[in-house]
């Protein structure tokens, strides 16, 4: 093999690692199980309970359904990403000004359906669907500094079984299994620059729909103090992901564990609840990116100067939420909440997935339809900081270009959901 075709073949391989491990940073880890979390800022998810979509916070507070229950719906997530006062640098000692780029980010659809079936009233079992996360950004194929832009699309669906179990009436326990389906497509192009540096022409990585399946674990415990007050816990482990890429090389990512702490508390002789929520994201486990199927281009690998493992500087992430909701009357539920919620990236930032603590201004409302049945709305907006970044493209130890800019995502989110018991 050619030394263009193995540099080609490898810096595919580590791009889309490092697209996909970008996509699952804190700043677009989906909180898209229901329209009603997102209404209150997911403040409380893991122990309400008002709707099926708690089993995908807590498996344990199956237990708090007397019927069966179905919650199906959406959220849709629009990400407004600026990229400013960006410098583009070259190894022939060129710096050009960068035109702000305002029209990054992209609108993604995430689906969701749970269904709680109690057997007893000491045990219930339940199935959920829904995407844990997911993002995307596109640059014109004009951007100057193509090789930091380009698209980037990452999905994933999480598909669970869970079960639960009353230990009496204080304490239940739930223990579920997830299956995680993750899809992704990139495209980068090189500059002029490096085009002539390299001799490489065409893309330098192009490629669509790399997928994979990873299977992992939840367990939760859920305590009530009676009708009014509740306590919940859960831990999610998640799995070392594997993808393949367009060409069969296999990609491994260590996914996060997670890790939330919810209450819930409604005020006597009142029609208002308070409720909160601490998350802890594990995404330090993210130091290191592991290629396998390379071992036969190790040594060319060496001799160019590449590396096959790729490091990163991850920081854990925590999510603080805080929500109320007011029980208006037999028809109509209002709610609102607000969630801090801290960035990944600590040392290790990027131009095409950007990253930063941000806050969550949420509100909603349920409508009651009937008895049985009803229909959730959900509104979010994500406010998130400037981040300066600094990328550069590194070849047989020769840095090629580098790029400096300020970054800036909000977002926008809705959700719509219908639930129904039976």
Do not use: C
Not at 6 to 15: D, G, I, N, R
Not at 253 to 265: Q, T
Not at 301 to 308: E, F, I, N, R, V
Not at 393 to 422: N, P
């Amino acid at each position: 093999m050619n030394k263009t075709r193995l540099f080609k073949k490898t810096l595919l391989a580590a791009t889309v690692a490092l697209s996909a491990q970008q996509a699952m940073a804190a700043g677009f880890q989906l909180n898209a199980q229901s329209a009603t979390g997102l209404g209150r800022a997911f403040a409380g998810d893991a122990v309400i309970a008002d709707n099926a979509s708690v089993m995908a916070r807590n498996p344990a507070a199956m237990a708090l359904f007397d019927k069966m229950s179905l919650s199906l719906g959406f959220e849709s997530i629009t990400t407004l990403i600026d990229v400013k006062d960006a410098t583009y640098s070259t190894a022939l000692g060129s710096s050009t000004a960068v035109d702000d780029y305002d029209d990054v980010g992209g609108t993604s659809v995430a689906p969701n359906i749970h269904l709680i079936v109690p057997v007893n009233d000491k045990f219930a079992w339940g199935v959920t669907a829904y995407s844990n996360f997911g993002t995307k950004t596109e640059f014109s194929d004009s951007y100057t500094a193509t090789e930091y832009g380009g698209l980037t699309d990452v999905k994933s669906f999480n598909f669970g079984l869970a079960g639960s179990y009353r230990a009496n009436e204080h304490l239940s326990i739930g223990f579920g299994l997830d299956a995680i389906y993750g899809q992704g497509s990139l495209k980068r192009s090189p500059s002029a620059t490096i085009s002539t540096l390299t001799g490489l022409s065409g893309d330098l990585i192009n490629v669509n729909d790399a997928d994979g399946w990873g299977f992992g674990f939840n367990v939760g415990a859920v305590y009530e103090l009676d009708a009014n007050n509740r306590f919940g816990l859960s831990y999610r482990h998640s799995p070392d992901f594997e993808a393949k890429d367009d060409d069969g090389q296999k990609i491994t990512l260590p996914l996060p564990d997670i890790a939330e702490f919810s209450g819930f508390h409604k005020i006597d002789n009142t029609q208002f609840a308070v409720h909160y929520s601490i998350q802890w994201i594990g995404w330090s486990d993210f130091n290191q990116i592991d290629f396998d199927d390379l071992n036969s281009s190790k040594s060319a690998l060496a001799a160019l100067g590449t590396s096959y493992d790729k490091q990163y500087q991850w920081q854990d992430g925590w999510h603080y939420a805080i929500g109320g909701t007011y029980y208006l009357n037999s028809d109509w539920t209002l709610r609102a909440g607000y969630m801090y919620d801290t960035s990944a990236q600590d040392s290790v930032k990027s131009i095409s997935v950007p990253d930063s603590d941000r806050q969550w201004l949420s509100a909603g409302f349920t409508y009651n339809i009937n008895a049985v049945s009803n229909v959730d709305f959900g509104f979010t907006y994500l406010i998130g900081k400037d981040v300066d970044v600094e990328e550069s493209t590194t070849i047989s130890g020769t840095e090629l270009s580098s790029v400096t800019a300020t970054t800036h995502a909000d977002a926008i989110l809705v959700g719509l959901q219908y639930s129904r018991t039976f």
